[in-house]
């Protein structure tokens, strides 16, 4: 069953190219108990090992991943937090198994809300380059650190200045973090952000759409996915 699942999956991958060698140890005592197997099966599995597991909580209603780094606890959607003991925006952490989980506000980020109503993919993963147009204060941007992780990185572009100071705080505690000020409209002048796998795009212009694709021609990668939040009254007030 571990290989059903792209945790599982994931796990056992890692082993047989060498990035995680070995397994997990566990203390391993004698039960007493006996296991029949039937003769049929004999060619089919000449080999069979057992196990009794006791102690160990299955309940889904814990913790559920939905996306690969993004959780559900308690009807909350969470991500893991990349610095245990930093919440970003006086969020609520949640603690389970020595792992800290950071709740993602959905009144305060479009992309949280967007999971909440049942978005079925964000394609952001662990490792990836992000291109994040219109970061904010790093509500949104935080938690996306926290779901590329160490390995990956956040380009935060910012162009309101108390923002801009605002989002430099956050970054600071974040090294996957990096903040650009700049204007969104004007990718040539951020270009040593290169290629990237993800381009999320929170700017409320009329023009975003015009905005998005300018930094798509500039930036993303083949293959790439391109994120867009629209926010209507910025397009049209009529």
């Known amino acids: 069953p571990d290989m059903l699942s792209e945790q599982g999956f994931a796990r056992a991958f890692s082993s047989f190219i060498g990035v995680k060698k070995g397994l997990r140890k566990f203390d391993v005592k004698k039960s007493g108990e006996k296991v029949i197997i039937e003769k049929s099966v004999k ?26 780094g993004v959780y559900e606890i308690e009807g909350r959607i969470v991500t893991k937090n990349l610095i245990k003991g930093n919440p970003v925006y006086s969020e609520r952490i949640f603690k389970q198994n020595a792992e800290e989980y950071r709740s993602w506000d959905p009144h305060r980020s479009k992309l949280s809300a967007a999971i909440k109503k049942g978005l079925k993919d964000i394609y952001i993963r662990q490792g990836d380059k992000v291109l994040y147009l219109g970061a904010a204060t790093g509500t949104t941007s935080s938690h996306v650190s926290d779901i590329v992780g ?8 910012e162009f309101a200045p108390i923002s801009f100071r605002k989002l430099i705080n956050v970054c600071e505690k974040r090294e996957n973090m990096v903040p650009i000020m700049g204007d969104a409209r004007k990718p040539d002048m951020y270009t040593n952000v290169g290629d990237v796998d993800i381009i999320y795009e929170d700017v409320a212009q009329p023009d975003q759409a015009e905005i998005l694709l300018a930094n798509c021609r500039y930036f993303l990668k083949k293959g790439g996915y391109a994120m867009i939040a629209v926010k209507s009254q910025s397009i049209d007030v009529t």
């Open 150 to 157: 160490k390995k990956g990185v956040v380009y935060c572009i």
């Open 43 to 68: 060619d089919v599995r000449p080999y069979t090992a057992c196990a009794i597991v006791k102690n160990l909580n299955f309940d889904d209603e814990k913790i559920k991943e939905i996306f690969p």
